[in-house]
């Protein structure tokens, strides 16, 4: 629902419709995180819970940024880190290290990510939609972004995410 | 595009499962039947009753067209059922009404298939055309044979319009059964059917509809209807007592019942069998002048009612959705009562009546998986029937005369491996009419057999396994046809003189292959015996064929009990734990260097009591880091499938397990994780993930 909210409010801002600036509802929160220097955020909605750092069983004949399955409370889930996936070089994981598991669609993913950030909410005016067109690899798995003070939050596309055929 | 009528939906699955079963039961009769070739009154009065069952639910789903259809076939069996003899083409009535079931069939796939309560209604009128002809032509022989009462009977809606009792008010008071919940609906429902037959119609409460307070109402005091029949009260008070999830009903009044049962339009059937459906004849026979009478009969029909209603509850219908869960609870169960037991806590601990308990408590959990995996185990007898069906149509349709033999149809195996089969056994038991029995008569007269060939569906248990055979003792498969068709196809893998008549014959399993020049409506498109091995091997079993040339074919499908629990072996390769299932374990060992060989290509290979096995290294296949690498100082299993064997070579065996298996999750299935040599995962004991090896595709 808030998806719909949301997608709504990033095309008026691609449309250049600039009387949403004005209005700053919240539209929904997003779950921050840190990969590097750069903060992503995830839609709450899609969350399920977040663990920590645990063994991962590794599956043969998958790319290297499927690390494995892990036991999710008896539920088998498969773990992407999302460095890997970003094309980003591999760190040696930390205690700060998180695992977040993403269900979407009665699907269920782990993602690795270096440490999470925090919940914050989604202001109308803060989103904005991201630049088209660029050849950057990470781009296609970015919905949108949202400013805050200097800095800027990539969210995440979960459904893309998850549902990522192979091209 | 039609639409599902809203609050509807919550009855649709029950709607499915009585409309399905009721159709089953159909084709069961018409093909019992049909056999005989005549029409046991008994079986005039089931097909009355199955058509007239769903015409009254199809009408209360709102499913005109069904009900239409279900409406004209009834009409054609009431004229039938009056006089069993007017039947002069009887194939001709079969097809009729197997098309009616087919019909009814693909408009109820379509309707589970809804999209959003959508559906697409099929447009029946050529059918009802068909049936209307079928009946006038029926009721056009009466005239001709019988006297003008029986035509009367035959006809009582159009022939002779409504005697007497058509005027007449009757009140009955309606009881739902217990706990059956949204009264108000139902009694709505209720009202619904017997409307269009009622010329006078009256309930209370009379706001069943739109006020769900009445439930209660109904639940203390019934349901009062009080109507008067177009044509004939007893048909409305029949529909009454046949409609969904009525206990019981009472007559109340017969406002001035002059009518004596004599004047009744004459109801041979019943009269004919009272002692079959005791809980009618009350009806017709209580034009209710006195009090007792009526609460004798009342009583009667409620002790009827009482004893089918003990007999149908030692069956429920449970959705199958429940199932699963509860046996993933069951899974979970073990695998957490693994997990307690085998605690590292409480290592080295002198625990006697701890391992007491837990030994009981290990008896009481495989009990409670073995009581699980009961619920779940479906007698083949359904499938099976369905295959009797198609044997029936080829057999009219090619003029071949074939016997249809089954065996061992009470042979039960888990519900999901039931559903898969149906399909590679319909494709099997079509390959055998179509290509495997003789075109023509003479051909098997000629060869020795007798005229009329047989087609034998069998299953049996087998250690663990349920073994179904489909065979044909018809022409055989040709090994040199088989080899010339591989050939053009460019599917031949080694020397032809490399092949025996084994594998020849297992060639026709392969994709792409079809060795009949003629597509037929049934068989030989090119996709199908490929298919049927996909389809058997995807609920974990094994197909061959077995033929001899001018003697015939068998088919033999492998298939496991259950998919979800088996016994396995643990073995490490690196940090990785695999489970290979002991089924397919002939011997584990230890290598010694001299046993060890490498033929010129540098494979490695074993000798084992002369006979020599080829090794395959886990750690190579998997691409897994390991420090044991060296032959003897790891461990070796030699596995078995299909007839071809290979050692295995794991880094250490943990010990044996019963382990849930799990499938992949979703999000990896675009990988070609399963095509590599495992099948699923299961979670150990201590909550860790160990991979099941899938022996076939692994040494495949």
């Known amino acids: ?167 | 595009m039609a639409k599902i009528e809203p609050g509807m939906e919550a009855m649709l699955d029950m709607y499915f499962y009585e409309t399905n079963s009721l159709l089953e039961q159909l084709d069961e009769i018409l093909l019992r039947t049909e056999q005989a070739n005549a029409f046991e009154s008994e079986d005039i009065k089931e097909i009355f009753r199955i058509m007239h069952t769903i015409k009254g639910s199809s009408a209360m789903m709102g499913f005109e067209n069904l009900s239409v259809l279900a409406h004209k076939a009834e009409d054609m069996f009431f004229v039938i059922r009056e006089n069993p003899d007017v039947i002069t083409d009887v194939s001709f009535v079969y097809d009729l009404v197997f098309q009616v079931s087919d019909s009814y069939k693909a408009q109820i796939e379509m309707i589970q298939n809804n999209v959003n309560g959508e559906y697409e209604a099929m447009d029946f009128s050529g059918l009802i055309d068909k049936l209307l002809k079928a009946r006038d032509a029926l009721v056009g022989e009466t005239k001709g044979e019988a006297p003008a009462p029986a035509q009367a009977a035959a006809q009582p809606a159009e022939a002779a319009p409504a005697p007497v009792q058509g005027s007449d008010k009757v009140t009955v008071r309606v009881f739902f059964e217990d706990g059956c919940q949204m009264e108000n609906l139902r009694a709505f429902l209720l009202i619904n059917t017997i409307r269009e037959e009622c010329s006078f119609l009256e309930y209370t409460p009379s706001d069943v509809e739109t006020n769900s307070e009445t439930s209660k109402e109904i639940i203390d005091h019934g349901f009062l209807i009080t109507f008067t029949a177009i044509d004939n009260n007893d048909f409305v008070l029949k529909q009454i007592e046949s409609a969904l999830n009525v206990q019981s009903y009472e007559v109340i009044s017969q406002a001035a019942a002059p009518a004596p049962a004599a004047e009744l339009p004459p109801e041979p059937a019943q009269a004919a069998a009272p002692a079959e459906k005791p809980a009618e004849t009350p009806a017709p026979a209580a034009p209710v002048k006195e009090q007792t009478a009526v609460e004798k009969a009342q009583a009667a029909v409620e002790k009827a009612q009482a004893s089918s209603g003990a007999q149908k509850q030692n069956l429920i219908s449970v959705n199958l959705a429940k199932l699963d869960a509860l046996h993933d609870i069951v899974g979970e169960i073990i695998t957490t009562e693994s997990m307690v037991i085998s605690n590292p806590d409480l290592e080295g601990l002198e625990l006697e009546s701890f391992n007491k308990a837990a030994r009981q408590l290990r008896k009481l959990t495989s009990e409670l998986q073995d009581t699980v995996m009961s619920i779940r185990m479906v007698p083949l007898a359904g499938v099976f029937q369905k295959m009797n069906r198609i044997v029936r149509d080829m057999r009219k349709k090619l003029g071949k005369e074939v016997d249809f033999v089954i065996e061992g149809e009470e042979t039960e195996v888990d519900k999901s491996i039931v559903d898969s089969l149906q399909d590679p056994l319909m494709h099997l038991v079509r390959n055998c009419m179509d290509h495997g029995i003789e075109e023509h008569a003479e051909d098997r007269i000629k060869a020795g057999k007798p005229e009329k060939g047989t087609i034998k569906l069998s299953a049996q248990n087998a250690s663990g396994e349920v073994v179904i055979t489909v065979s044909d003792d018809g022409q055989g498969i040709d090994p040199e046809k088989i080899m010339n068709k591989a050939r053009k196809q460019g599917i031949l893998t080694k020397p032809e003189s490399e092949y025996t008549i084994k594998e020849i014959q297992n060639l026709i399993l392969l994709p792409g292959f079809s060795t009949n020049e003629q597509v037929t409506e049934f068989s030989g498109r090119g996709v199908g015996m490929d298919v049927v091995k996909a389809n058997v091997e995807k609920c974990g079993g094994t197909i061959i064929v077995d033929s001899k040339k001018g003697e015939g074919t068998n088919f033999i499908i492998k298939i496991p009990l259950t998919l979800a629990i088996i016994d396995g072996m643990e073995v490490t390769v690196g940090d990785l734990v695999f489970t290979v299932p002991i089924s397919t374990i002939r011997e584990s060992f230890k290598a010694e260097a001299s046993q060890i060989l490498r033929d010129t290509g540098g494979n490695e290979m074993i000798m084992i009591r002369g006979v020599c096995y080829p090794i395959l290294r886990m750690h190579e296949k998997f691409g897994i880091e390991t420090d044991v690498t060296d032959l003897e100082e790891g461990i070796l299993l030699l596995v078995e499938t299909d007839n071809k064997s290979v050692c295995i070579f794991a880094d250490k065996l943990i010990g044996e397990q019963q382990v849930v298996v799990k499938p992949f999750p979703k999000y990896l299935a675009k990988y070609n994780i399963k095509g590599e040599g495992l099948s699923g995962c299961t979670i150990m004991g201590d909550g860790s993930i160990s991979l099941i090896i899938d022996t076939n595709t692994l040494i495949g």
């Open chain 1, 1 to 167: 629902m808030t998806n719909d909210v949301i997608k709504e409010a990033v095309a008026k801002q691609q449309s250049g419709d600039r009387k949403l600036a004005a209005d700053n509802s919240v539209l929904g929160k997003v779950m921050t995180f840190n990969i590097g220097e750069q903060v992503y955020g995830i839609e709450i909605q899609y969350v399920t819970e977040i663990i920590e750092m645990q063994r991962i069983t590794k599956v043969p004949h998958v790319p290297s940024y499927i690390k494995g399955i892990i036991n999710v409370r008896s539920k088998v889930v498969p773990i992407v880190d999302i460095r890997t996936r970003f094309g980003k070089p591999e760190i040696p994981y930390t205690n700060r290290t998180c695992i977040i598991i993403l269900s979407f669609n009665e699907t269920s993913v782990g993602i690795i990510v270096d440490s999470v950030a925090d919940v914050e909410d989604i202001h109308t005016g803060d989103i904005s939609a991201t630049p088209e067109n660029r050849s950057v690899n990470t781009n296609s798995f970015i919905q949108y972004m949202i400013r805050s003070g200097d800095m800027v939050k990539l969210i995440l596309d979960v459904a893309r995410l998850l549902d990522e055929q192979e091209a």
